[in-house]
């Protein structure tokens, strides 16, 4: 059975409320954490920093998921690790020497994670895919929360897929942008095994039955 997990991002929660909406999502139906790092650098935004992530881990209780869209993430690997990220995500876009990277995140003690912005092909990762425990599929450009899909990311999960049933992998494979109860059935049956939602769910009058939604959604077997 294929894993099937939901990261809520706390890009989208209520910063002046961080504590409550851990809380929500510490006693929800949700799997992961999703933490959004931006740089204004790589991208256009600047989220949060090492102090605001210091104080979400003193709260989660689950398995927390670093999204790195910074420039020259080799830096703060060792920093984010210590302070409770479960697993770290570079972009492959400014990592150059990916490969050493990759390695200073195990050392560290995370998962690896690398995300794909929509224009870059799967077929980059190609000798690199059996040190990456998460491949983070972008579907929308990175940098801002409540954009829409990109419909063009079900063709880049079924490469990726094979990419990875072909290398014998064990690489989970993640969506980020724009999902939404209207996409993610199709998401999962086509191959993704994480789903990060951040608006859909927080932007929505009741997030624990959201999340629980988008539980049975992606439940939903195949007639
Ligand atoms: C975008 C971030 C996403 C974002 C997703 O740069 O990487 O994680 O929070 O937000 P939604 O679900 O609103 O598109
Ligand atoms: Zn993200």
């Not at 210590?82 to 400014?94: D, K, M, P, Q, R």
Request: glycine fraction near 6%.
């Amino acid at each position: 059975m294929p894993q099937k997990l939901i990261a809520p991002s706390l890009l989208a929660s209520d910063f002046a409320n961080l504590q409550r909406d851990i809380e929500m999502i510490n006693t929800s139906d949700a799997d992961w954490f999703h933490v959004d790092i931006m740089d204004g650098l790589f991208v256009p935004n600047i989220s949060l920093g090492m102090p605001v992530f210091k104080a979400i881990t003193t709260h989660t209780k689950k398995f927390v998921d670093v999204h790195l869209m910074i420039v020259d993430p080799d830096r703060f690997v060792v920093e984010f690790a210590a302070l409770g990220a479960s697993s770290i995500t570079v972009h492959y876009e400014a990592c150059p020497h990916l490969h050493r990277t990759l390695q200073f995140i195990k050392q560290a003690g995370a998962k690896t994670g690398v995300a794909l912005n929509p224009h870059t092909p799967v077929g980059v990762l190609k000798e690199v895919i059996s040190m990456i425990d998460v491949v983070c599929m972008m579907s929308v450009n990175p940098g801002f929360g409540g954009q829409t899909f990109i419909e063009n990311t079900y063709n880049k999960i079924t490469e990726l897929k094979e990419l990875i049933r072909s290398t014998n992998a064990s690489t989970l494979i993640e969506i980020d942008g724009g999902v939404t109860d209207e996409n993610a059935h199709k998401l999962i049956k086509t191959g993704a095994n994480v789903l990060v939602s951040g608006s859909f769910i927080f932007k929505s009058e009741n997030p624990p039955e959201t999340i629980k939604n988008l539980r049975s959604i992606i439940n939903i077997k195949e007639q």
